[in-house]
Nanobody, 123 residues
């Protein structure tokens, strides 16, 4: 089974940028890729997604205009470019893939999940 591995998390200051990577162990060119996050004491929430068929992207309101979700199909890798980070962005970020290429907001739509990478934003 294809596995997803995130990288790029870390400790950054408010206003900094960070780029997360999600590398697949197999071909996921036809899959939607999504990013979700979970802050301490909160549930998992949708951050962004990109569909494979038309490269259409979707963003949570809280990150729109600050985050982008490019992907490189040749490398079976998706990214989450995060700019203007604030303490509210502190969370564990997970990537996920959906073979039906829906690009949806719900966790249940994604059958492949990575383990997550921690992002901590401080003042």
């Amino acid at each position: 089974q294809v596995q997803l591995v995130e990288s790029g998390g870390g400790l950054v200051r408010t206003g900094d940028s960070l780029r997360l990577s999600c590398a697949a162990s197999g071909h996921i060119a036809g899959y939607s890729t999504g990013w979700f996050r979970q802050a301490p004491g909160k549930g998992r929430e949708f951050v962004a997604s990109i569909r494979s068929s038309d490269s259409r992207t979707y963003y949570a309101t809280s990150v729109q205009s600050r985050f982008t979700i490019p992907r490189d199909n040749a490398k079976d890798t998706a990214y989450l470019q995060m700019n203007s980070l604030s303490s509210e962005d502190t969370a564990v970020y997970c990537c996920a893939a959906d073979s039906l290429d829906g690009g949806g907001y719900a966790c249940a739509e994604y059958e492949l999940w990575g383990q997550g990478t921690q992002v901590t934003v401080y003042w």
